[in-house]
Structures are given as structure tokens and as C-alpha cells.
């Protein structure tokens, strides 16, 4: 994408980039797997095409809520296999429920075949049924996270590697194939209010991706913390140069504002449903590693109904409206790259192509 220079003073001094953020809430009876997979892959054609930056994918697990892809190296394999430029971004990989003799060797394949146009995001994962469902201590996410990812990068960056930690040991191990990239792929880590994690990622030389609570009142996001990641950020492990902040929140773009809204409205309470029955375990679950997620689930119990525009966080609007949106979000939070949920309420084809392509013809522009 061309570059857009922010105010320095606040904004961050990358250029901004664009991508899509995929996370799909198809109900079965509604939209087969397949058809969602042929979909979010000709969009990704499309986007790289149109020369957007990324195209990221979630990993999730047996809710509706991202249930259909436990893979996201799968969907980027495929997607590596019919693009050339784009960038493929894991958003995020969830290494506590992963080996990581395992994770390293897969996502070095996928850098492999792609020839080196991987991002990694990594993530701790935050819901309970998920943990549950894989024997995974819920309150042991952090330190398995923390590890698994460090391991991860010395079986990329060294041979006849040996750990032992209470989750994982092996000794002697080097990883094959080797990663493309040099020292390896760019990575991320998922992050929305504790400073401990906003603290690690900054000292690891880590990118942040940032993504919007669905209301207003539940966004967590401050910018204490991104300032905090900004002043620990040390050049390292992570393979950034600098601070990188991504942020994720649903888009829809139409050519007034009142027929965006028309349109998305439907989508959007759909996206709102299917993430409420999945914060919704948060109900009869509590963790010391995820204070204050018990409200979320208490508060998923009571949404019913709500003023989309008052309350949403989604970007919703005419192009002019949009790139509007985009200036706040960029000088609020600093953020380098916009990664767009695009497929939210299980939009088909054309709904996320109407939009897409408002947005590389006409949002883009006025950046």
C-alpha cells in the first residue's frame, strides 16, 4: 500500500498498512464450511490484487465463534497458494495448545511455501471451553504461552536445541524445514488490557495486535498500555525493528452512511449473538490470569439489544465516514496497521466484495 504519514507527535512513525482479519461466526445450519473457505479465499485474491497488506486469520475451536478454522496455517497455506503479494498473518495462533517442536516446524512450512511472506500472531487464548475441551490448565495460559513461544524461537534460530519445563522437554531437537525468513518470521502477540502482557511484548521486540471489544463500554483498550509497550520496546526476539500496533475491528463500507448501516446492522447483531454465547462460559468460570473476564460473561447473558451506532465498535460508514474513523483510531492508539474484520455475521462474497471494494477505491484515497 502506498504510504500515509501520521501527525509523529502521536501516531506511530510506521506507515499505515491495511489487511483482513478473518474470523468466522457461520452458523452450520445457515453456511457450510465450504462455502465460507471459497468465499474469504477469492476475497484474499481480491485484497491481494488490490494491493492490501495482509490477510490474517484466527485459530478457535468448537463454538460458532471462529469454530471453523482450528487452522489458520491451513487457510494461509492455501491462500499462499493463490496470491503473490500479500502478506499471511496468523491472529492469533494459540501456543498453549500447541508443542512447540509441533508449531515451529508448521509455521515454518507455511513460510516455506508462501516464500517468506509469513507473519506469526500469537495469542493466550481467552475462552474457557476451549481450555476445557483441550486439558489445558486455564490458569497456566501465560507461563505455557511465554514458553512455548520462546521455545519456539530457539528451534527456529538454533540447533540441537534441549528444554525442560513443566509443560513440554525434548533434547537435541533442530527444527526442520527451516524458517525462509531471516532470523524468522515478524511476530505478534494478541494483547487488550493487562500491562504484563503490553510489558512482555514490548521487552521481546514483539508487534501488538490490538482488537475492539463488539461495545463501547467493553473496549478495555487504554492508551497507558500501548504507552507502556512503547517505552519497553528493546529490538530482539520478536524481529522488529520498532513498535508495531495492529488493530482488528469489524469494517463495512457503503456509499452513504445510512445504507452502510442498513445494510451492516444485521451482520453486525449476528456478530454480536455468536460472540455473546461464546464470552458467555466466562459465566461460571474464574481465572487470576484473566481478571475481570467474568463480567464479560455476566454481560453476554444480558445483550438482547443495543444501538449499533451508539454502542458498536465496529467502523461502519460512508468512505468519508470511514477514513474519518481511521484518523481517530490511528492518532488514539498509534496504530501502524488496520486489520479489518471483514466476514463478520457471515456475510457471503458479494456483501464483503461491495465493501472491500469501496474501501481500495475510495477509503484508500482520501488516506
Known sequence: MRPTTATPSTASAQPMRHGISLLPDCRRHSRSAGAYYRD??????????????????????????????PSPLTFLAAAAARTRNIRLMTGATLPAFHHPVQLAAHIAMVDALSDGRLDVGLGRA??????????????????????????????????????????????????????????????WGAA?????SF??????????????APLKKDVGVSRYVIDLYREAFTPG????????????????V??????????????YR???????????SWTTTRSSQYAGYEAMGAHAHQLTDFDVRRHGTAVIGSPGTVADRIRELREEYG?????????????????????????????????
Open 40 to 69: 474469504v479465499l477469492a476475497l484474499t485474491r481480491f485484497a491481494d490484487r488490490a494491493g492490501i497488506d495482509y490477510v490474517k486469520m484466527t485459530e478457535h475451536y468448537l463454538g460458532e465463534y471462529g469454530g471453523y478454522c
Open 126 to 187: 481467552w475462552l474457557p471451553y476451549e481450555f476445557e475441551a483441550l486439558g489445558v490448565p486455564i490458569d497456566e495460559s501465560r507461563p505455557r504461552f511465554e514458553a512455548t513461544t520462546q521455545a519456539m524461537i530457539r528451534l527456529w534460530t538454533e540447533e540441537r536445541v534441549t528444554e525442560e519445563t513443566p509443560y513440554f522437554s525434548y533434547r537435541d531437537a533442530t527444527s526442520l524445514p527451516p524458517v525462509t525468513q531471516d532470523p524468522h518470521p515478524p511476530l
Open 192 to 196: 487488550v488490557r493487562s500491562p504484563e
Open 199 to 212: 510489558g512482555w511484548l514490548g521487552r521481546n521486540g514483539f508487534g501488538v495486535m490490538l482488537a475492539l
Open 237 to 252: 526476539a520478536g524481529a522488529h525493528a520498532g513498535p508495531r500496533i495492529a488493530l482488528s475491528t469489524p469494517l463495512y
Open 254 to 267: 457503503a456509499a452513504t452512511d445510512d445504507e452502510a448501516y442498513r445494510t451492516a446492522e444485521p451482520f
Open 270 to 280: 449476528e456478530y454480536m449473538a455468536v460472540w455473546s454465547e461464546a464470552a458467555a
Open 335 to 367: 496504530v501502524d496497521t488496520f486489520l479489518w474484520q471483514v466476514d463478520f455475521g457471515g456475510q457471503n462474497l458479494a456483501q464483503m466484495m461491495s465493501s472491500m471494494r469501496l474501501y481500495t477505491d475510495k477509503v484508500l484515497p482520501r488516506l
